[in-house]
């Protein structure tokens, strides 16, 4: 719609965030990934493709694990802000932060969220968040550790637990993992869609990294069979 996007997205760039190696990768066909412009522009397509049959009822069965209390939750990884603007619907009173490596996706999130007064986004960089220790009621992640590598997921997944306050909810929407539906799945959406980290992730088991993170309470709910809910507490 005229926006130039890339103008737009490096005002948003914060010169302090540094960009992980693993970053640079191509994602999705890209070249450059994330940080380039592209990627903000065709991502919401390309997401819809992922996300078969719905991505409203996936993104919406994310936020009901949320519980309805909190007042202050922090989306990882938000890209465009599709799963932060349904958090935001469901818990209207509460405050929602969303962040992003991509100053490109920040700014997308941001066009996309004028008419909600109760989300912010800001460019981060999610190993090393810009927050205070036990700073929120729950902290998400949709779609994210499947692009990072495991070494990333975790020092990701310990952050989460330094800022998520004493009983905190970490909520973790994203493929699943271990059976062969769930392998097939995930090589098909290496391949299609140039995934560099999906074959570390599904051979992996991103509750065992909870609590090596040093969560508690850890649960998975099947969604769809090809996705899954996770869910670790704070304690």
């Known amino acids: 719609d005229g926006v130039d996007v890339q103008a737009e997205g490096d005002k948003l760039a914060n010169p302090a965030v540094v960009y992980p190696d693993y970053y640079k990768q191509d ?22 493709q992922i996300l078969v049959p719905n991505e409203e009822f996936l993104r919406n069965e994310t936020a009901s694990a949320i519980p309805a209390d909190a ?13 932060t603007r349904a958090i935001a619907k469901r818990l209207p009173a509460a405050h ?27 460019q981060a960089n999610a190993e090393q968040l810009p927050f205070e220790d036990n700073s929120f009621d729950v902290v998400t992640a949709s ?25 905190g909810k970490f909520v973790v929407f994203d493929g ?23 074959e570390e992730f599904l051979s992996s088991n991103l509750l065992n990294l909870m609590r090596e993170a040093g969560f508690s309470k850890e649960e998975s709910r099947p969604l769809l069979v090809i996705y899954e809910i996770r869910t670790a507490i704070k304690v």
């Open 27 to 48: 994602f999705h066909s890209v070249e450059g990934g994330y940080l380039n412009k592209d990627a903000a522009i065709t991502y919401d397509p390309i997401t819809k």
């Open 71 to 83: 007042k202050t939750v922090l989306d990882l990884g938000c890209g465009t802000g599709t799963a």
């Open 96 to 122: 929602i932060t969303g962040i992003d490596l991509s100053p490109y996706m920040v700014f997308a999130a941001q066009l996309k969220a004028k008419s909600l007064p109760n989300i912010s986004f800001i």
């Open 143 to 167: 779609l994210l550790f499947h692009e990072t590598p495991l070494d990333a997921a975790l020092n990701i997944m310990k952050e989460a637990r330094r800022v998520l306050k004493p009983n």
């Open 176 to 198: 699943a993992q271990g059976d062969a539906l769930a392998q097939l799945g995930g090589t098909i959406s290496s391949s299609l869609f140039l995934e560099p980290y999906a």
